[in-house]
């Protein structure tokens, strides 16, 4: 064998390896944003109901808070712009949360469903972010939805600023991507017997201590449930939104949990419910 015979074949021989990796980063891709697509499809084919699933409860909240009872005088005109960044936190929040535990629930049933997508040339790990990516975009659609059906149903009580869509964006994204990851942790621990104790331990205390339908910092009267809520992530959503979107009235802007609390609560409960579901969704299907 020739000398340049054996440089080719050792620049082949290199050039194999590293094409290994790049090879195997493309197949995880592809298989990842094939699993993504297919789960975006199939919301696609069924975007009716989803719709009615997820803004049949604000719709009414938007109605009988922020139409109704400022209409016969049991609550100011102004409510409905505290109302609204409520509605609309806890609304990503909880399509967020349901969009990874109730099909995981089922995935991890009887059926074992979760083995068909463990088959996909994906680690156990890539399998876990597609759920809380592919949830957090369906709570994402739904909180902006939120929008139009305010405006159509609160009329003249519509009120939103203008000036800080980019914080809107970034707390909602943020806020979807913290409920997906409680989402995925409830999901891995919760059986599917005990789905309607569920929502009655955890979803019930989650929407009514979340600063849904009041400011924080107007529970200075109860300082034991004002702490309370600050163990509950939706308050920081529902804070951040209200910090973004609440217009002063009169010249008088409504106190807030200040935006750096806000990004810390959301953040700390997104990493935190990241490390903690990944861990429990590999246990959950390696054994």
């Not at 990796?21 to 891709?29: D, F, H, K, S």
């Not at 789960?39 to 938007?62: A, K, M, S």
């Not at 409830?186 to 600063?211: D, H, R, S, W, Y």
Request: charged share 10%.
């Amino acid at each position: 064998m020739s000398v340049e015979t054996s440089i080719d074949a050792i620049f082949i021989e290199k050039g194999a390896r590293e094409r290994r990796p790049r090879n195997r980063l493309a197949m995880i891709l592809v298989a990842f944003l094939a699993i993504l697509r297919r789960d975006l499809v199939v919301t696609g084919r069924e975007f009716i109901p989803f719709l009615i699933q997820v803004l049949l409860q604000p719709l009414f909240f938007l109605f009988i808070f922020g139409k109704v009872l400022p209409s016969i005088g049991a609550a100011q005109q102004s409510y409905a712009s505290l109302l609204l960044p409520g509605i609309v936190g806890l609304t990503v929040v909880t399509t967020a949360l349901q969009g990874v535990t109730l099909p995981l629930v089922l995935d991890l049933g009887f059926g074992r469903e979760i083995d068909d997508r463990l088959l996909a040339p994906l680690p156990v790990s890539l399998v876990a972010l597609e759920k809380i990516l592919f949830a957090a975009l369906r709570g994402l659609i739904a909180g902006a939805i939120i929008f139009p059906l305010a405006y159509w149903v609160l009329g003249s009580n519509y009120s939103v600023r203008t000036d800080a869509i980019g914080v809107i964006i970034g707390i909602m994204v943020l806020t979807a991507l913290a409920g997906a990851t409680l989402g995925l942790t409830i999901g891995t621990l919760v059986k599917p017997e005990q789905i309607g104790l569920m929502f009655a331990l955890i979803f019930t205390p989650l929407i009514f201590t979340g600063c849904t339908y009041y400011p924080w910092s107007q529970l200075d009267g109860i300082r034991w449930f004002q702490v309370i809520t600050l163990f509950n992530p939706l308050t920081y959503a529902c804070e951040g939104l209200r910090y973004a979107m609440v217009p002063p009235v009169h010249g008088y802007t409504l106190p807030t949990l200040g935006i750096g609390w806000v990004l810390l609560g959301l953040g700390v409960t997104f990493v935190a419910f990241l490390g903690l579901g990944i861990y429990t969704f590999r246990r959950a299907v390696v054994s």
